[in-house]
């Protein structure tokens, strides 16, 4: 007994140092010394479980429970490996007996909650999540669960005081304060949110990728203020933290597409809203008029059977519609790709009620994200985005994981079928006779302080009118009510509809005189709804998808002219149209002319340019070697993979210019097509097995005898992959170090893109130093302080930041960190785009191109200080070393070495 006892602790020792092989074998003689020995068996079956042994692990949990069976542990681990194997019931029960027998045990209970929740019960989930709150009053993560779950189920306020308990608690959940920021905006409680929009924003842009965060995205795509790219990265992070998981287990799925070619081309359309919701209202007649000689269409349905028209309407669409509702990711995902699919569509994306999770496990071979979610889903298993080129101007497709795929008109089908009812007298809608009626029937969480500040003003311009608006609850109208009033407004100015029927909310909207849209997220189905009754929309375009899908549907009409690009805009065009009634009636009759006439409401036309959009994503895939992924390499905690964004930025825009569409990605490859792989130093050797065949190494550090990425992982990698570098002597260090290694000189080129940095009004640093500071550099640093040189060193800070510091420079200091006499052409690329006068260390050993001796100030490393107080003392010199060195830098254009790496013909 002794010595078992002895193995058991060797086993756990070996278990917590992450040596899972080592505590098998311990855990193994544990029990060979007591086979009686239940903890043995549990944790055996738990290392086995980490190893994705399933049947093993099974097996010794359940010896373990037949030994004890008041270990609740071996319970809790059954419904871990049940959940692992796509079993979510039996997984659920398992983690029920553990609370029977440990009634405070709070992590079952949540763990509980969240495979109930994935299984669309939400009643129960609540229940646990409950029962593990009030087992443990002190866990966020229950507590944020349980807010999520109420939130749901429209008890905004509960939510939000849950939210609130979560954040007392943990001061730093930033995914807890987005989603309370979300329920605040729905309830147009403002108090507060600029600053914690703030604080989220600030997270997204921040927080070290691999910092474990599931922000959501669609949340973040309606807060004020947020670009296009923190929208990407915020997508991003939710992808990993949210289906790191179900990716391994699509990889062990092993789902293969070498069926054969079916007879008509197989599109699966997977929604919860298949039922009386607006995505279904756009998508009915889309549905019906499929080619079904040429493709064979299944709905995967996991939403309410609502025993609407619609539903019904629905079901008779598709060749088959398929109810998934009750089973599990793994269940649906196996049903898929028993089914053959060709082409998922997910209409839901990161909305609400998401299972976007079946789309992790990767069913299909071509997998697209459309409609639902306006915005990148972050996801290497997404392939594709359909869009128009509004909504995705060439310019913007750089803030998008997927592949774009172009619609000619708009993105947005519609449905002609739709009826077009009288309208009611507005005495019966409680609106004025007379007067202007300003509408906006958006949800409320899309109007934004700044938002409501230009209708107010609005109002105030317009004596008489009023602003009519969509009613929500009796807090939301309070609320409304009391912010206009702070801005001076009557709030019986303000009007409130409920909500109807879908004929006679369309029948209402001719009472209106103007809609006003908001931003960053606009009208979308009721953009197109109050086109399709005549209803002028003016509408402010911003740079996301989600603040331009009415300028695209406004566009597709003929009435480009009700799209604003600024607020001060927005307001003008919409007081000019309130008080010219002939005007307003000019552009109602050019709307109406439009709903025949225009391509917006041809539902015919846009199901056959759909179609072949479906059928160019097949050949696409086929020929996918035509796309890039650039992936960066970020490992948890790491936050300097940052450093590696502007060259990635560089291999995007330098292939686009040679028409090779590529994204930029973090840790997620391509399946489909190539990848560029930069900071592979970073990997570790079970990461480097996950790399796809074909990826393309880009090395970006310096390599020599003794240096510290000179490791077995680089050496393997060098021989396996095809290698860019952008230094000759790496080059020749790789070919001597690995012979036989397929490596290229790739120089690190400009494009007119990274121009972007903006110099200060007054450049109040005069040695700008960004990087880790060792001896050799603080010594150098330290002189300059010392002979009255303003001097700022940095370390970790990237992008927006960092520039705005380099725009603020009179000299950026360029220094040696390795042994390695390599000149540092990647970081100094960046600011000679960005016409800086560079200061670098340069010896006669250093490996420099010769064109850069000519860009930048080289100087000895003795002689580092005395040159740049040279350079402080003498403008002209600086301005053109700075002039000199972008001439050159521009010179050298990315898309040539891209071509000559790849190996393109010159006409390419």
């Known amino acids: 007994m002794a010595n078992a006892a002895a193995f058991k602790k060797k086993g756990d020792d070996c278990f917590d140092a992450g040596d899972l092989r080592g505590a098998e074998t311990n855990y193994g003689q544990a029990i060979a010394a007591d086979p009686g020995n239940a903890a043995a068996y549990n944790n055996l079956g738990l290392v086995l479980m980490q190893q994705r042994r399933f049947d ?3 097996s010794s949990v359940k010896k373990a429970v037949e030994l004890n069976p008041r270990l609740f542990d071996a319970f809790y681990i059954l419904g871990m490996i049940a959940h692992e194997q796509g079993k979510l019931r039996e997984a659920v029960g398992y983690l029920i007996n553990a609370t029977e027998i440990k009634s405070d045990f709070s992590e079952a209970f949540n763990y509980a909650g969240n495979l109930l929740l994935e299984l669309g019960d939400r009643t129960q989930a609540e229940a646990a999540y409950r029962s593990a709150v009030s087992t443990n009053p002190n866990n966020a993560q229950s507590l944020y669960n349980l807010a999520g779950v109420i939130q749901e189920q429209g008890r905004r306020g509960e939510a939000i005081g849950y939210y609130r308990r979560a954040l007392a608690l943990s001061p730093t959940f930033n995914t807890a304060r987005l989603n309370m920021v979300h329920q605040l905006q729905q309830l147009c409680d403002w108090q507060d949110i600029d600053s914690n929009t703030a604080l989220v924003r600030q997270y997204v842009r921040e927080a070290p990728f691999d910092q474990d965060g599931r922000d959501s995205p669609f949340a973040f795509l309606a807060l004020p203020g947020t670009t296009a790219y923190e929208q990407k990265m915020c997508a991003e992070r939710w992808t990993k933290g949210s289906y790191r998981l179900l990716a391994v287990q699509g990889a062990q799925l092993g789902f293969r597409y ?70 599990s990711l793994v269940d649906t995902a196996k049903r898929i790709h028993a089914d053959h699919i060709d082409i998922l569509v997910d209409l839901k994306g990161y909305t ?52 774009v795929m172009y619609l000619p008109d708009s993105y947005q089908p519609n449905d002609r079928t739709r009826p077009r009812p009288d309208a009611p007298s507005r005495s019966s809608q409680q609106l004025p006779a007379g007067e202007m009626v300003f509408c906006c029937f958006n949800q409320t969480y899309k109007i934004s302080p700044g938002m409501f500040d230009v209708w107010c003003k609005l109002l105030d311009a317009v004596p008489g009118s009023v602003l009519w608006l969509l009613s929500n609850t009796s ?29 006679e909310h369309l029948a209402r909207l001719q009472c209106a ?8 997220y606009n009208a979308h189905t009721t953009c197109s709804e109050a086109l399709w009754m005549g209803l002028p929309v003016v509408t402010c375009a911003g740079e996301s998808f989600a603040s331009r899908v009415a300028g695209s549907l406004l566009t597709t009409l003929g009435v480009p002219e009700l799209v604003t690009y600024t607020l001060e805009e927005y307001f003008a065009l919409a007081l000019e149209l309130a008080t ?4 307003r009636a000019g552009i109602r009759q050019k709307i109406n002319a439009g709903r025949s006439a225009s391509p917006l409401f041809d539902s015919e036309k846009f199901t056959r340019n759909l179609e072949a959009v479906y059928d160019a994503m097949l050949v696409d895939h086929k020929e996918s070697k035509g796309y890039f992924q650039i992936v960066i390499v970020s490992p948890a905690n790491y936050a300097h993979s940052q450093a590696f964004e502007e060259v990635a930025q560089t291999l995007q825009h330098g292939l686009s210019r040679l028409a090779i569409h590529a994204t930029i990605s973090r840790n997620a490859y391509s399946r489909n097509g190539r990848n560029i792989i930069l900071g592979s130093n970073l990997l570790t050797p079970d990461e480097i097995a996950w790399i796809p065949a074909g ?12 240096s510290p990425w000179l490791t077995p992982n680089l050496i393997e990698i060098l021989g396996k992959f095809e290698i860019w570098d952008y230094s000759p002597r790496n080059v020749e260090t790789i070919r001597a170090l690995v012979p036989g290694s397929r490596v290229k000189y790739v120089p690190v080129g400009y494009v007119k893109e990274l121009t972007r940095i903006q110099a200060a009004q007054q450049e109040d640093i005069d040695v700008l130093f960004y990087g880790s500071v060792n001896e050799r550099r603080q010594n150098i640093l330290n002189e300059l302080a010392s002979r009255g040189v303003k001097v700022k060193a940095v370390f970790g800070v990237y992008g927006e930041e960092r520039d705005a510091l380099i725009g603020r420079a009179k000299l950026i200091l360029n220094m040696r960190l390795y042994e ?14 960005n016409q800086k006068t560079v200061v670098s260390e340069c010896s006669d050993s250093t490996d420099i191109e010769p064109d850069m001796r000519n860009a930048v100030a080289l100087t000895p490393y003795s002689r580092i200080a005395d040159t740049c107080l040279e350079l402080l003392k003498d403008a002209e010199k600086r301005r053109s070393i700075a002039e000199q060195g972008f001439k050159i830098m521009a010179a050298r254009p990315e898309e040539a070495y891209l071509r000559s790496a790849l190996d393109l013909p010159l006409n390419s």
């Open 580 to 583: 010219d009634a002939e005007k």
């Open 695 to 706: 990826s393309i190494i880009y090395n970006l550090e310096q390599i020599y005898q003794g």
């Open 475 to 503: 807090v939301v109208e309070e609320n409304l009510k009391q912010e206009a009033s702070k801005r001076g407004v009557d709030s019986g100015r303000l009007i409130f509809a409920p909500r109807v029927k879908m004929d």
């Open 56 to 58: 093993e692990a099974e």
């Open 820 to 833: 390695s006499d390599i000149f540092e052409i990647v970081r100094v690329s960046y600011l000679l785009a």
């Open 258 to 327: 070498d069926w054969p070619a079916n007879p008509r081309i197989k599109i699966g359309y997977l929604s919860a809203d298949f039922h009386m919701h607006a995505t279904a209202v756009l998508m009915a007649e889309i549905f019906e008029l499929h080619d079904k000689q040429r493709f064979h269409v299944t709905a995967y349905s996991y939403g309410p059977d609502d025993q609407s028209e619609m539903r019904s309407r629905l079901q008779g669409a598709f060749d088959e519609f398929v109810h998934v509702g009750n089973e």
């Open 513 to 520: 005189d103007l809609f006003l849209d908001t931003i960053p």
């Open 352 to 403: 609400g009620d998401t299972r976007s999770g079946i789309l992790a496990l990767r069913p299909a071979p071509v997998q697209v994200n459309y409609l639902g979610y306006p915005g990148t889903m972050g996801a290497d298993f997404v392939d594709y985005l359909i869009a128009d080129r509004f909504i995705i101007p060439n310019d913007s497709r750089q803030f998008y994981t997927e592949k």
